[in-house]
């Protein structure tokens, strides 16, 4: 089945260590998404790519990083992780929206912990 | 993209419908209206969207007010599997679909 896929599922790192999460797609979207979830919170959009257009939200702080060296895979990087980056990181695509709009499918998502 | 609002929480038993509300007072002619739900410690699935007219899919229906100011997300038989927290986001196909989301209503359905 066509999905997206995040590695790993749990992840610890040591503050300040950097620390990379990945997600894959075999749904060939052309827009890839990255979301942080902290513990009781709703999702907050850290940024996404419109195929190799990155589009930073305004208030996504600088130690948050991207990559997306292909269609299929996007990468996300904390440069210095702080205690306050333990959250749930959730990748999503969908297709290019064109003229219409479109459901975002979500992975299972990468538990950050930070010790 | 337009703000909504949703209760905080709600119940329903098991086999009855759920009807979700949600008030989208500010959307605008070209935003859409999304229904994503979250099950407990998994990714945000998608429900079902629609515009103007009311949709039904194999999940839910969406019923979408003729002022377009408000809609119900219906879950027609709820099961102890629908229990999760329901998100309503409205978003335009010019914003690369992108999602805000709110705080969303947690659901729970009691056996």
């Known amino acids: 089945d066509a999905m997206v896929i995040q590695n790993p599922r749990y992840q610890v790192t040591q503050f300040g260590k950097p620390v990379t999460l990945s997600c894959s797609q075999t749904l060939n979207h052309n827009v890839m998404y990255w979301y942080q979830q902290k513990s009781s919170q709703a999702p907050k959009l850290l940024f996404h790519y419109y195929d190799k257009d990155f589009n930073n939200e305004a208030d996504t702080p600088d130690n948050f990083q991207s990559r997306r060296p292909n269609t299929s895979f996007c990468f996300l990087d904390i440069r210095s992780p702080g205690l306050g980056d333990a959250a749930m990181y959730l990748c999503?695509?969908?297709?290019?929206?064109?003229?219409?709009?479109?459901?975002?499918?979500f992975g299972p998502g990468t538990r950050l912990t930070v010790t | 993209d337009a703000k909504t609002t949703q209760p905080t929480s709600m119940d329903c038993a098991e086999g009855r419908a759920a009807n979700l509300p949600c008030n989208h007072s500010?959307?605008?002619?070209?935003?859409?209206v999304y229904w994503y739900r979250q099950i407990h410690s998994q990714g945000p699935q998608y429900i079902i969207h629609?515009?103007?007219n009311n949709e039904t899919n194999e999940m839910a229906s969406l019923i979408i007010t003729e002022d377009r100011k408000s809609s119900t997300l219906i879950l027609p038989h709820a099961t102890l599997r629908d229990t999760a927290v329901y998100y309503c986001i409205v978003t335009s196909y010019s914003s690369a679909s992108k999602i805000i989301f709110g705080s969303g209503t947690r659901l729970s359905i009691r056996p």
């Open positions: 999503a695509t969908s297709r290019d929206p064109g003229k219409s709009s479109y459901e975002q499918y």
């Open positions: 629609g515009l103007k």
């Open positions: 500010t959307i605008s002619g070209n935003e859409y």
